[in-house]
């Protein structure tokens, strides 16, 4: 009986070894596909409405071909160079985008590698690298990099973060930024060696350690997907002026509806202004629909 027992528990184990190591495979040779949940639709702007935006095809270094939306800023006013997040294409990004030119900003959002009919596929080096890229392009077509504000969201912010360390731009918006790819994987798969396997890191707060633009972060208190705490590390690690604003019943993504186009406004207005030292954390509390009130947490003046 005793060998009986022994020989099960053996084999069990066997089992689950084998159910694990076949598992790990499959998330490593497929772990790209999991980060970018490719939209390769392309949708012109005009077939949406936005007929103020232009499609462009670039063409980068290694052969591939991108594809970007552009609308110019009015006069004074920034351009936003946008990075996507990990899903969808550009025109889910269509009332973002409208809402932004309505105002007067610029825009210029790419689509990754495979996304909104860009060839290639999607890699932290190629994004970043292709960031690079159309930043340059956006300063070719006359835009200084004094009026040049770079957003992005979600996994765009670790693209985001590494071109704004090597180009120089006005301002930096991080909408739900994380401490680095491994780290958010390893909330969801903490079984897994998935520090030592993963291929795009994005290591965002190394990244941000060395930025000394202002910076504006959103954050929804009620994110599903990237933890409070992350954002508020991301935050905490930059050294220069900083402004971080969470929406308690915000979640991934969604926090325009509770205010956050108006802040983002305001601090494209105010960021050219911030002291060295600027340093404010705030919640946005909302009463009922269209009414918002900002509530300090904490708020530190300019250092000496």
């Not at 340059?136 to 992005?152: K, P, R, T």
């Not at 994380?178 to 060696?193: Q, V, Y």
């Not at 946005?284 to 009414?291: G, H, T």
Request: charged share 20%.
């Amino acid at each position: 009986m005793w060998f009986i027992c022994m020989s099960m528990i053996v084999s069990a184990a066997l089992v689950a070894c084998i159910v694990y190591a076949v598992f790990a495979v499959v998330m490593y040779r497929g772990q790209r596909r999991f980060i970018y949940r490719i939209d390769g639709r392309r949708i012109p702007p005009s077939r949406i409405g936005l007929g103020d935006i232009s499609e462009v095809l670039i063409d980068v270094p290694d052969g591939e071909r991108l594809v970007v939306w552009h609308g110019k800023a009015a006069p004074g006013k920034p351009t936003i160079l946008y990075f996507h997040g990990q899903a969808g294409n550009l025109a889910r990004r269509s009332e973002r985008i409208r809402r932004y030119h309505t105002a007067g900003i610029g825009i210029l959002i790419m689509a990754y590698r495979g996304f909104s009919g860009s060839t290639g596929s999607p890699s932290e080096q190629a994004n970043v690298a292709d960031g690079i890229f159309i930043y340059d392009w956006l300063l070719q077509q006359g835009v200084s990099s004094d009026d040049v504000v770079i957003y992005g969201e979600s996994l765009g912010t670790g693209v985001a973060a590494q071109v704004a360390l090597q180009r120089a731009i006005s301002g930096l918006v991080l909408d739900s930024p994380f401490t680095g790819l491994a780290d958010l994987a390893e909330e969801r798969h903490p079984m897994l060696p998935v520090r030592r396997f993963l291929l795009d890191r994005y290591e965002t707060l190394k990244h941000v350690a060395g930025l000394q633009m202002p910076v504006l972060v959103l954050q929804g208190e009620k994110d599903p997907i990237v933890p409070l705490a992350m954002a508020r590390a991301v935050f905490e690690a930059m050294p220069g002026p900083k402004h971080f604003v969470s929406y308690p019943e915000g979640r991934h993504l969604d926090h325009a509806k509770f205010g956050s186009f108006d802040t983002l406004v305001r601090f494209l207005r105010e960021r050219k202004r911030l002291p060295a030292g600027y340093c404010k954390i705030e919640r946005m509390l909302v009463q009922q629909a269209d009414v918002r009130q900002s509530a300090p947490v904490e708020a530190l003046p300019a250092r000496a």
